[in-house]
């Protein structure tokens, strides 16, 4: 199967910097991997910030939190025109829990967000983050992985290398820059872009 990738609209405004909140490569690299498509003039560069959220945020809530935080705080670190945070985090419900992620973009014309897609956890790792464990290291742990999430993370483990960290991470990435690879379509009150 073939897909056609559509080029971002002629002349859009582009910074020639983006911050993101954060040293791990999973994520400055998932960052450089859709700017080198969206705006291939960009530079890149990660900055240490801290999230505002436990190590191992809980639930949607939190996990955006960090993420929110993340891109306003890198934006600011550096002086940047863009922000971008990504923050895992476990959905935990009563009989289970979730990997999931949420990609923030603090950016002139606002704050965009988006959520990745999730996966199930198995019990022994759900357990262990239920009792107060951060999950990369758990899964370090119980995997024999060297620092998981600088590399496939548990989803790369769990998915037999099909889906890897930094790919999900471009995934919610691309998400969050929605609007701001078409802000015609995102600007309130329009009935159709360009009216």
């Given at each position: 199967m073939?897909?056609?990738?559509?080029?971002?609209?002629?002349?859009?405004?582009w910074p020639p910097r983006?911050?993101?909140?954060?040293?791990?490569?999973?994520?400055?690299?998932?960052?450089?991997?859709?700017?080198?498509?969206?705006?291939?003039?960009?530079?890149?560069?990660?900055?240490?910030v801290a999230s505002g959220v436990r190590d191992q945020p809980l639930g949607w809530a939190e996990?955006?939190?960090?993420?929110?935080?993340?891109a306003t705080r890198a934006?600011?670190?550096?002086?940047?025109?863009?922000?971008i945070g990504l923050e895992g985090g476990v959905l935990l419900t009563k009989r289970a829990g979730w990997l999931m992620g949420v990609a923030a973009v603090a950016a002139p014309s606002g704050l965009w967000q988006a959520r990745g897609g999730t996966i199930q956890l198995p019990p022994i790792m759900v357990e262990r983050v239920r009792a107060g464990?951060?999950?990369?290291?758990?899964?370090?742990?119980?995997?024999?992985?060297?620092e998981a999430k600088a590399g496939m993370g548990a989803i790369g483990w769990?998915?037999?290398?099909l889906v890897?960290?930094?790919?999900?991470?471009?995934?919610?990435?691309?998400?969050?820059?929605?609007p701001l690879v078409h802000p015609e379509w995102y600007r309130a009150g329009l009935s159709r872009p360009n009216a």
């Open positions: 073939n897909v056609q990738r559509i080029p971002p609209p002629a002349g859009h405004p983006v911050a993101v909140g954060s040293l791990n490569p999973t994520k400055v690299n998932a960052a450089a991997r859709v700017l080198a498509h969206l705006a291939p003039g960009s530079a890149v560069q990660g900055v240490a996990t955006t939190c960090g993420a929110v935080v993340r934006r600011e670190a550096l002086s940047a025109p863009y922000g464990e951060e999950l990369g290291p758990v899964v370090d742990d119980l995997t024999g992985l060297t769990l998915t037999g290398g890897l960290r930094e790919d999900s991470w471009v995934d919610t990435l691309a998400r969050a820059l929605a």
